[in-house]
């Protein structure tokens, strides 16, 4: 039972927000929230909910409705992933693989005979997509990427490895993503830079396959992890999206809305280890007293508290005042990733010192979302590029301090 939420000032999103995260708070309590430590101590990707997420109609949010999506904007897509990950961090990260860095992407860039063939059935639920760009040795050096792909007539022959793929393999007999929005070297320019090119990987391709699946990791179980393997897979022009050599733009676009989405997982890790924390501190006496009357339980809550807040708030702005069609937005889109997932795991933390011996074990909750926290400070650029970034750019737009 997920413990009452905390009242605070409203942010006041709207009432289409407000229904959405009503909806989405509902189905997360019903469907994800009893299971989540099953499915967690199982390593087992919940399949079966794709197409009930399907049904209520949050895996094409950001699509428009004459491919079967949703209309809405980012916002609410982070109020869903948000409310998905409140109850279960993996299947949050999973949903937001599918229906982040694929349908939206797709949605994006992709031209109108791709949305109309891909679209309906990752909306529906009835595929499961991913994303494929990490490798062995290219992580948040994207672009050091080693897989290519050869132009052979109309085609390309696609040679090489992904690892690290959330929703890479999609069942216990380890069946590879459904759809897979591919990034792969197609040549190098004049000054020696990698030309990237984004290709659609459908299941059934020859010399395309699962590799290993990642196991024993810290958190995330309930989300599978894979490698992806192309030999000589052959991939026909209509499934090359735009023009080949010029996806750098697709591909940073995208880490800045997976940045955004990773921070929105933590604002819902943060709130069920507060209200967790929160609740427990009243339930539990030491000394005749309940806990939340000593001195150092009020500060763990109270800065838990504030932090989550703080975090929410941002959040929200990102969120808003993203535009999906344009790249370059990564001085806030790094700056949320930043704080909200760092914050997301000192809350954790707190929630497990404030419950003590019970917030250690796993039949309670916060020990979960303590180690799926840890994640976030690591995928999707770790929390020292997003530093490094975030200098950077403030040495050139100094500007954006005062605005």
Known sequence: MIPNEIP????????????????????????????????????DFPKDLWTKLGDIGVLGITVEEEYGGAGMGYLEHVVALEEISRASAAVGLSYSAHSNLCVNQLRLNGNEEQKKKFLPDLISGEKVGALA???TGAGSDVVGMKTIATKNGDRFI?????????NGIIDDEGTPADIVWLYARTGTDERGRAEITTFLIESGMEGYSAGQKIEDKLGMR?????ELV????????????????????HLMRNLEHERVALAAMSVGISRRCLADMNSYASEREAFGK?????????????????DYRAMRAYVYDTARQIDLSKAGQRLDSDGVKLFATTVAKNIADKAIQVMGGYGYVGEYVVERLWRDAKLLEIGGGTIESHQKNITKDLST???AIEQ
């Open 290 to 306: 309940q806990i939340r009357n000593f001195g150092q339980i009020q500060r763990h809550i109270g800065e838990s508290w504030a």
């Open 222 to 226: 309930a989300s599978t992890t894979a």
């Open 230 to 249: 192309f030999e000589n897979c052959v991939v026909p022009s209509e499934n090359i999206v735009g023009m080949p050599g010029e996806s750098k733009i």
């Open 158 to 166: 696609l040679n090489g490895s992904k690892m690290w793929i959330t």
């Open 133 to 135: 760009m990490s490798e």
């Open 8 to 43: 605070g000032f409203n942010f006041d999103l709207g009432e289409t927000v407000d229904l959405l995260r009503d909806t989405v708070r509902s189905f997360s309590d019903d469907e994800i929230a009893p299971r989540a430590n099953l499915i967690e101590q199982n390593n």
């Open 397 to 399: 737009n100094s500007s």
